[in-house]
């Protein structure tokens, strides 16, 4: 039975801030909770205005105290940014605090410039493709066979999955025996090849007997298309925004701002969020359901960034009760 999960980028709206941002996300994941999600993820991004989870073991420690049982972690932590040691430290600590619980997701993006991660003291040799051996040292920490040993973080067992965004991801996920999660929410080309091969090359491991994927979804909900439309060009804005080069806190709804942007802006838009329903309550279901079909995955992670917080657990209720007509429809 598939399930759903939730990926919250704590963003920074304009004319907020990042303590109204982080009193947010601890709201909306208790709010998650409750709608019956089954993890809660936060993300590590750094030099970015929009975006108020780059100490992100301390974030999910902040949301970890608003809400009981729903699963919380990072999707996740950009391990070339750090030492294993680190992480497992980090991670060692929160699965003390909240056991049974936490997730660890890691990718080998640097999630930031090079800048960032002269300021983040990580040295500009670093190799991201070292990034399957820092895995496995990782692992070795938590496993209490580390070159030192960790504490907290050996005998700690938050739960490690593999993130990308290209096919690397999927092998390496297949390779290790790890759940394996797609970023298609802003990166879909590579989905459905990734997911192939993750299941295809899949080594049982002592972690995982069979594989476990999850895909990422964004979802924008609102009680007419039209509304939802609206709610949705917030995130669409922050993405234009990204992608030439100056990232912006999290703006204001705009009316007919895809539109706005002309054929060529709108089929960018259309492409690298294709993996996306905006819209009522039928319009989300059709769309899940097509998702769900297509990749066959065992999670969803759905993603949304919107400016108004009461909209956005509007648009978190609407999908939630939406997938489980679809679950109880299968």
């Keep these: 039975m598939t399930r759903l999960s939730f990926l919250d980028l704590v963003p920074v709206v304009e004319g907020g801030s990042v303590g109204r941002a982080l009193a947010n996300a601890a709201d909306l994941a208790a709010h998650a909770e409750a709608l019956g999600f089954h993890r809660y993820w936060v993300a590590e991004h750094h030099g970015m205005s929009g975006i108020a989870s780059a100490a992100t073991a301390v974030v999910i420690a902040h949301v970890g105290q608003a809400t009981r049982a729903i699963r919380i ?66 692992q070795a920490y938590f496993a209490g066979e580390g070159p030192i040993r960790a504490t907290p973080g050996a005998g700690a067992s938050p739960e490690m999955w593999i993130l990308g965004s290209s096919l690397f991801g999927a092998q390496l996920a297949a390779a290790l025996g790890l759940p394996f999660a797609f970023a298609s929410h802003f990166a879909p080309d590579a ?37 939802a439309e609206l709610l949705a060009s917030s ?22 701002y895809r539109d706005s942007l002309g054929d060529q802006g709108r089929a960018i838009l259309d492409h690298v969020l294709q993996c996306s329903a905006v819209g009522s309550p039928a319009t989300v279901a059709r769309g899940l359901a097509a998702f769900v079909e297509r990749t066959g995955v065992d999670e969803v992670m759905v993603a949304s960034a919107i400016y108004d917080h009461e909209a956005r657990k509007r648009s978190l209720a609407i999908t939630a009760g939406v997938f489980e007509e679809l679950k109880l429809a299968a």
């Excluded at 294993?84 to 991670?91: H, K, M, N, R, Y």
């Design 73 to 138: 972690g990072a999707g996740g932590i950009m391990l070339p940014n750090h030492a294993p040691l680190v992480i497992a430290e980090q991670f060692g600590t929160l699965d003390a605090l909240f056991p049974g619980r936490i997730d660890l997701g890691l990718g080998r993006a640097p999630g930031s410039d090079q800048r960032v991660a002269r300021a983040l003291r990580r040295t500009l040799d670093s190799d991201p493709n070292d990034f399957p051996r820092d895995v496995l040292e990782l």
């Design 191 to 227: 989905l459905d090849m990734a997911l192939h091969l993750y299941r295809r090359d899949f080594r049982p491991s002592a972690t995982l007997a069979q594989p476990h994927a999850m895909a990422g979804f964004n979802v924008f909900a609102a009680e007419t298309d039209a509304e």
């Design 235 to 256: 995130q669409q804005q922050a993405f234009v925004a990204l992608r030439t080069g100056n990232p912006r806190q999290l703006p204001p709804p705009v009316e007919g």
